[in-house]
Structure formats: structure tokens, C-alpha cells
């Protein structure tokens, strides 16, 4: 099992950005992607990025394509989504997530065995 602890969330302008960091311990060496995933009110969860651990490939959900960017840290067992140009539409509870199977870099959330305990990321129009 992997134990994975988000944070980096917080209150921010339309327009303006947020870094969140996803630390990762345990069986690290089990993971083949890691993913961000994020969840308004209301709504389903919905895929936003993913990056595989060895590497380093990424995808990324089409309305955060240009405006996101997911890395990792394999020397630090770190995980980052960087987010620019936020829009009142990425408010959201957002997760990381592993895949320790190896699925193809999934996008739904079924393709992931392990959850953080997600942060929350507000933007105010």
C-alpha cells in the first residue's frame, strides 16, 4: 500500500495560481502513475492529470490542458500539480491518487488503488 498526503490547497483569484504537493510513502517502488483527480459539490470525481513514475509521461483532462502542470520528484516521493490561470470552475476538493497495477495511465478513478485525503482548492470570481 501506498499512503499518499495532499496539500498545497487554498483561496485564490480567478486568474491567478496554486501548487499542490502530493507526498508519497510505503511501497513507492509499486507505483506505475500517479494521479490528480478533483471533485465539486454535487458532481462525480473527474480526472485532471496523470504522470507515470518511471518516465515521467503525461496527460492531462482537455479543460485544464495548457493551464496545468503535473512533475514529479522520484528523489522525494513527490508529486506536483501546478495551476495557472485558475478559473472559478476548478474550485474543487482535489485528490492524488496511485496506481500500483500499471492500468495506462487511467482516467477514471477505478484505475487507482490509493487516495489522499484531498485539499481543497477555492477560486473566487
Known amino acids: 500500500q501506498v499512503q499518499l498526503v495532499d496539500s498545497g490547497g487554498g483561496l485564490v483569484q480567478a486568474g491567478g495560481s496554486l501548487r499542490l504537493s502530493c507526498a508519497a510513502s510505503g511501497r513507492t517502488f509499486s507505483t506505475y502513475t500517479m494521479g490528480w483527480f478533483r471533485q465539486a459539490p454535487g458532481k462525480e470525481r473527474e480526472f485532471v492529470a496523470a504522470i507515470t513514475w518511471r518516465f515521467g509521461r503525461t496527460a492531462y483532462a482537455d479543460s485544464v490542458k495548457g493551464r496545468f502542470t503535473i512533475s514529479r520528484d522520484k528523489t522525494k516521493n513527490t508529486v506536483t500539480l501546478q495551476m495557472n490561470s485558475l478559473k472559478a470552475e476548478d474550485t474543487a476538493v482535489y485528490y492524488c491518487?496511485?496506481?500500483?497495477?500499471?492500468?495506462?495511465?487511467?482516467?477514471?478513478?477505478?484505475?487507482?488503488?490509493?487516495w489522499g485525503q484531498g485539499t481543497q482548492v477555492t477560486v473566487s470570481s
Open positions: 491518487a496511485s496506481d500500483r497495477a500499471g492500468r495506462n495511465m487511467g482516467r477514471f478513478p477505478d484505475d487507482y488503488d490509493d
